[in-house]
């Protein structure tokens, strides 16, 4: 099994910054791809972004492009997702995912195999 605890919502006003954290533990050495996803009030689930556990290979969703960036460091086990130019849209709790197998793209929430709790972030306007 793998565990994945985020960390670092919070509030921001709108332009602000924030970085969050996911944390690994458990069979880490399983995994393919790390993805974010975000839950906005009353919506689905949606797509963030993704990385490969090896290699540097990302893809962004088209609403975060230039602004969001995703990193990993494989000695802490550990993904991060900075988040700047925030907008009041990016309001949502945010969840991390690990991929096992590379099934796709890692675009959808079904190619994931184990999540985590979620982190709030809220924007102000």
């Known amino acids: 099994q793998v565990q994945l605890v985020e960390s670092g919502g919070g509030l921001v006003q709108a332009g602000g910054s924030l970085r969050l954290s996911c944390a690994a533990a458990?069979?880490?050495?399983?995994?393919?791809?790390m993805g974010w996803f975000r839950q906005p009030p009353g919506k689905e689930r949606e797509f963030v972004t993704n990385i490969r556990w090896s290699g540097s290979s990302t893809y962004y969703a088209d609403s975060v492009k230039g602004r969001f960036t995703i990193s990993r460091d494989n000695a802490k086990n550990t993904v991060y997702l900075q988040m700047n130019s925030l907008k009041p849209e990016d309001t949502a709790v945010y969840y991390c995912?690990?991929?096992?197998?590379?099934?796709?793209?890692?675009?959808?929430?079904?190619?994931?195999?184990?999540w985590g709790q979620g982190t709030q972030v809220t924007v102000s306007s």
């Open positions: 458990g069979r880490t050495f399983s995994v393919y791809a």
């Open positions: 995912a690990a991929d096992l197998d590379g099934r796709g793209l890692g675009q959808y929430s079904s190619e994931y195999d184990y």
